[in-house]
């Protein structure tokens, strides 16, 4: 059920409608979870807003959005919203500028949130370049924790055999 809804919002998000109905088909609503079964309401909201069916997947959303929280789930719900945001945007809705605040305000408490990235390209920052740079530093940063870690020896010297030095830059 969660490869399925995976499977779903990955090909849902690319545009591939059926492709996404077809995997959404799979599951029994009955079998999932409470968990599960908002994803897949989020997901089904997600290919009705694709398919142009716009008051469907708002309902649909709604669902989802409505369903984490009475699950004590606020994360997920905030991240419900940003896609709803997403998807209001890209519909060209007139309250999407308002559901774009509400999903901020919901997101505020997770600053780690891999829906934050979803606000932020919707508010017209180049995510793309951010994470490539914040990819070169992380590697650059391991690359200078390798070189403040070598160790050598200094035997040859006397009264210095055995000891070791460490590099420090």
Same mark, same amino acid.
Request: charged share 25%.
């Given at each position: 059920?969660? *490869? %399925? ?5 990955? /090909? ?11 995997? *959404?088909?799979?599951? =029994? ?7 599960? $079964? =908002?994803?897949?309401?989020? =997901? @089904?909201?997600?290919?009705?807003? &694709? +398919? ?9 959303? $709604? ?11 606020? !994360?997920? +719900?905030? +991240?419900?919203?940003?896609? /709803? ?5 890209? !519909?060209? *809705? ?5 559901? /774009? ?6 997101? &505020? ?7 934050? *990235? @979803? @606000?932020?390209? %919707? &508010? ?8 490539? =740079?914040?990819?070169? !530093? ?5 690359? /200078?924790?390798?070189? &403040?870690? @070598? ?5 040859? %010297? ?7 030095? $460490?590099?420090? %830059?």
């Amino acid at each position: 059920a969660v *490869l %399925l809804n995976c499977l779903a919002f990955a /090909l849902g998000s690319m545009g591939d409608v059926e492709g996404a109905v077809k995997a *959404l088909n799979k599951l =029994n609503p009955q079998k999932l979870n409470d968990r599960l $079964r =908002n994803v897949m309401a989020a =997901n @089904i909201g997600l290919c009705a807003f &694709r +398919s142009g069916k716009v008051q469907e997947g708002l309902a649909a959303y $709604r669902r989802a959005i409505e369903g984490f929280m009475k699950m004590h789930a606020p !994360a997920e +719900s905030a +991240s419900a919203r940003a896609y /709803l945001a997403r998807e209001a945007a890209m !519909a060209g *809705l007139p309250e999407a500028g308002k559901l /774009l605040v509400e999903a901020e305000d919901a997101l &505020r408490p997770f600053k780690t949130a891999e829906a934050q *990235l @979803i @606000i932020r390209r %919707l &508010r017209g920052e180049d995510v793309d370049a951010q994470l490539a =740079n914040a990819r070169q !530093a992380q590697e650059q940063a391991k690359k /200078l924790a390798r070189l &403040r870690a @070598i160790t050598w020896t200094t035997p040859g %010297l006397p009264g210095k055999e055995g000891v070791v030095g $460490r590099l420090l %830059l």
